[in-house]
């Protein structure tokens, strides 16, 4: 199984500048200067050994993440703008790998950066699509607002696969396709929803964009039940934990130190630091990514250590 | 986790030991919080002495910043002494260094309130 990284940002999808790039690649020449270049693995080399903030980018798109068997249809958390090259790849897969056309999606909350990318995801074009689309809202409703007139130029009804909307129940754990499906309401403006999966043997938790208030023992205890033995949990972790509690507490987001602080508490194995502060560059999120694992090794309760990866937009990670 | 407050001449200090997670965060709240109304009456600062904390997690820190709060509303400066190793990388990684000033002792931050 594999767990793919279509879109990694807070908020807004945010896009590198031609400064941004200019500076990465200034800082490629200097720090591979008096390395070996002569040949193309050698220049490989040099650039693996780089920091991931130079040689690479964690990306702009928004929010959107999928959980793939390699077989069958496929199940993706949210819509952001991420999910364009989404439906790109799963349509090579279709012509590829055999796979159905048939698109399951668990919806966190309704605000723009998570459904934004649903008018140019193309398999929703397709009429042999199939797409289940499940969350704690109205989806529905709000794509067709996302794409009525005079925002969007395209109307839902204009898409012509085959959609189903369903509000699915709160913290009883449903089968789809399947999974078993546990579905949280979250700490957000206007709510937002996590979910469990569990398939396979392997717990998988999305749990983005949820504030989680610290004085609260009930909600924290039972978010920590719900993230209980996960294998891997996507969690928001898009501010400081200063920022989180004061200046931008109620914003309805979360911090890496709380992020770390739940995943011990729930013996999670991997966690994902997930919805990146679109003002922080790359260097920032690697700092931060950093820290975290600092901060992982001086409060770790015994001696396994809990695997701390920063999503990245094009991530897989396998499982 | 044990908790002490003193009230000295320039100030009221509360001194924490051990350790402060989600299983010991309520005591230390319910013993730090009184403390900045004592520091209003001395009208003083807040000093709070973690230099026998080895480690705060997350709910630690929130009992922090309801102390910085609370001490804005009420104009009382609350200040951090005695942070070990361990905790100063807690204290830059969670921003808090940028929330409280930080004395390397008790005596520094009363003797920096006097001033």
């Known amino acids: 199984m594999k767990i793919r990284f279509w879109g990694t940002r807070g908020s807004l999808p945010t896009a590198m500048t031609a400064d941004t790039l200019k500076s990465k690649m200034l800082q490629v020449m200097e720090q591979t200067n008096g390395k070996d270049l002569s040949t193309p693995e050698a220049r490989e080399a040099a650039l693996d050994a780089l920091p991931f903030s130079v040689k690479g980018t964690y990306g702009g798109a928004s929010s959107c993440v999928e959980i793939d068997r390699g077989e069958g249809g496929f199940i993706v958390c949210d819509m952001g703008s991420g999910l364009r090259e989404f439906g790109l790849d799963a349509m090579r897969r279709i012509a590829t790998e055999d796979r159905q056309t048939a698109y399951s999606f668990f919806i966190s909350h309704v605000h723009w950066d998570h459904i934004c990318g649903f008018p140019f995801f193309i398999p929703a074009f397709n009429p042999a699509s199939e797409l289940r689309v499940h969350g704690g809202h109205d989806v529905e409703a709000a794509l067709l607002r996302q794409q009525d007139v005079p925002s969007f130029p395209v109307p839902l009804h204009f898409m012509q696969s085959k959609k189903e909307f369903t509000q699915t129940p709160m913290d009883t754990p449903i089968s789809i396709d399947d999974y078993t499906v546990t579905v949280r309401k979250q700490h957000h403006h206007g709510d937002s929803f996590g979910y469990r999966f569990e398939i396979d043997g392997k717990v998988i938790v999305y749990t983005t964009d949820a504030e989680h208030k610290l004085e609260d023992e009930e909600q924290l205890d039972a978010h920590v039940e719900f993230m209980r033995d996960a294998d891997l949990v996507v969690f928001d972790t898009m501010y400081s934990m200063a920022d989180a509690i004061s200046i931008k507490e109620d914003w309805g987001h979360s911090s890496n130190i709380v992020a770390v602080d739940l995943c011990h508490r729930a013996d999670v194995k991997h966690l994902v630091m997930f919805h990146h502060e679109p003002v922080y560059d790359d260097a920032m999120i690697l700092k931060n990514h950093e820290e975290t694992i600092r901060y992982e090794e001086l409060l770790r309760p015994g001696s396994i250590a809990l695997q701390i990866t920063c999503a990245y937009d094009g991530l897989e990670i396998d499982l | ?89 807690i204290f830059q990684i969670s921003h808090f260094d940028k929330i409280f000033k930080i004395y390397g002792s008790t005596e520094e931050a009363l003797a920096s309130g006097a001033a």
């Open chain 2, 1 to 89: 986790m044990q908790v002490s407050t003193d009230v000295r001449d320039n100030g009221v200090v509360v001194s924490a030991s051990g350790s402060i997670d989600h299983s010991s965060a309520a005591a230390f709240e319910e013993a730090a919080v009184p403390a900045v109304k004592l520091a209003v009456d001395a009208a003083g600062l807040l000093v709070v002495d973690l230099s026998d904390v080895d480690y705060m997690s997350s709910v630690g820190l929130r009992v922090l910043m309801l102390l910085a709060k609370a001490g804005k509303v009420d104009t009382v400066a609350v200040v951090i002494s005695g942070l070990q190793p361990a905790l100063q990388e």
